[in-house]
């Protein structure tokens, strides 16, 4: 499973918590190798398009674009607390994807 990451995503990567950046380090080996492994609850959160949802331990997760075999990864972890914020990030996530397939 080939990845990248977006500017933002590596500023709020850079403001975590050492403890949670190893996580994430060892989510991100064990889900290139296997993406659908039963502890990263890696599924897609909106139905139409190909935008995905990771668990980075208990409290953390991350969002994702599907574009062919890539995926985006295009906003930091964010801590369960702050749900209401990630779906604030997720709205904007769906409406700068629409726009962007749009213009293809």
Not at 53 to 78: C, E, P
Request: glycine share 2%.
């Amino acid at each position: 499973m080939l990845s990248v990451t977006t500017d933002r995503f590596r500023k709020a990567f850079d403001r975590l918590p050492s403890t949670i950046k190893d996580k994430a380090r060892s989510v991100y080996l064990l889900w290139q190798s296997n993406p659908y492994h039963p502890s990263l609850n890696f599924k897609q959160v909106y139905s139409e398009k190909q935008i995905y949802l990771v668990r980075i331990g208990f409290s953390y997760r991350s969002l994702g674009i599907k574009q062919d075999d890539t995926f985006d990864l295009v906003f930091g972890l964010a801590h369960m607390k702050t749900i209401i914020t990630l779906l604030i990030i997720y709205k904007v996530v769906c409406k700068k994807y629409k726009t962007t397939s749009t213009e293809n």
